[in-house]
């Protein structure tokens, strides 16, 4: 069997190491040019079930290196008012083991663990333009002019995905209604003293009138501003850090991350072509009365990380009758952060169809069907959950002008009572936990 990959993300390249690791010939062909090309520096979670994927589909050293390279786990969620008021703050249990925590890493630095002993594999400047088929074998054509012929093709390619657009052209992503503002800035001594103790060793969010609402991170690596490993490093992790090739094209350093979003309404029209100080500028004249340490924290933000965009979901798919072209992730099941489990659910996706192509014998398209049929049902879930949390959708009443203030306070007075009454905090902990470990269920 030849598997064919479209894109090198997170939910491809754990294919791509899970099929190679069991002997499966596989290639990956991705249309950045490089390495180090594309905007990927930001922070994702990974829960534990993310972590047993990477587990299961990386090679053990590898694997080993990706807990290395995480940041500081998070030790707290928080949530605050735009004033920086606590409503709450939460301890988080603590994991050693590796395969059953939370993991917080930079975009960038996951890219190139997963690129890492894949220069075999990834084929970079390929732009994916279409496939053809003759029903035993699928040829994928490129911009370039070149092809190439495999089993099974994969699309991995997104949101966006030309795959899917050929595939399933009735697949249909749309806008949630919501547009958010990111950017990061160094970590620092003086950004630093902007935030409350607990917001910088912890998840945070703001609960902020008219709908809007703000994430914010901190992000601490085990190596300082000139990429050399930091005192107290244990001796294993010194080791995989010092001699990991990814470092090379990594150029994540100590940093704050914040994410600032309101309904699209609330945003000019063309937000989203809009770039670096311009979109600083109109954070902070859409954060006026909000706390001046946060709008301090904005102002420091690095106007080439600074950008816009559109929250994106998909609309209900049904199920179709499998071929040897199949789909993963964002491709198939595009999903709003509101839990934080898109990059989770990406992975989910390559280690179900990785024991599914490598258990397939020769009935290749009867294996690609057992798939998607798992796959489906809870990708649709996650994109459904993820449209509900609060203020992801630009249709929810938090984003109206006097039921918003309404919800807002509800909302605030909610997680208030939780930070005071241990026998809710620790419910509320625990549903945390089995909602980032998925319940059982789920599985």
Known sequence: MHVIIIGAGTGGMALAHGLKNAGVSVAVYERDRTRGDGLHGYRVGIDPDGARALQECLPARLFDTFIATCARAPRHFNAYTEKLTELVSLDLPQNTDPANSEHSVSRMTLRQVLLSGMDDVVHYGRTFERYTTD????????????????????????????????????????????????????????TRALLPKEALTGVSMLLAPRGSFMILHSMEFPWDAEGTVKDGIGGSDRELIENWPGLLYDNTRDYLNWGLSASADKFPADVTRMRGKDLVRLALGMTEKWSPDLRELIGHSDPGSCFALRIRTTDPVEP???????????????????????????????????????????????????????????????VKE????YGLNGRDLVHKPVIGRVLLAVNRTFFRVVNRVPALKRKFLAAMSADRGMVAEDR
């Not at 030309?162 to 052209?169: D, E, F, G, I, T």
């Not at 999903?335 to 024991?355: E, F, H, I, S, Y």
Request: avoid cysteine.
């Open 386 to 389: 993820s449209l509900a949390q």
């Open 135 to 190: 029903g035993s074998s699928v040829t994928a054509h490129f911009t370039d002019g070149t092809t190439a012929t495999g089993d099974v093709l994969v699309g991995a390619d997104g949101a966006n995905s030309p795959v899917r657009r050929q595939y399933l052209p009735h697949v249909t992503v749309r806008d949630s209604g919501v547009v958010a503002i990111a950017a990061k800035l160094p970590s620092t001594p003086q």
């Open 320 to 382: 179709w009758t499998p071929t040897r072209v199949t789909l993963l992730g964002d491709a198939i099941h595009t999903m709003t952060p509101g839990k934080g489990v898109g990059a989770n659910t990406a992975l989910r996706d390559a280690v179900l169809l990785k024991r599914a192509l490598t258990g397939a014998g020769t009935d290749v398209v009867k294996a690609i069907g057992a798939y998607e049929a798992e796959m489906l049902p809870y990708g649709m879930r996650r």
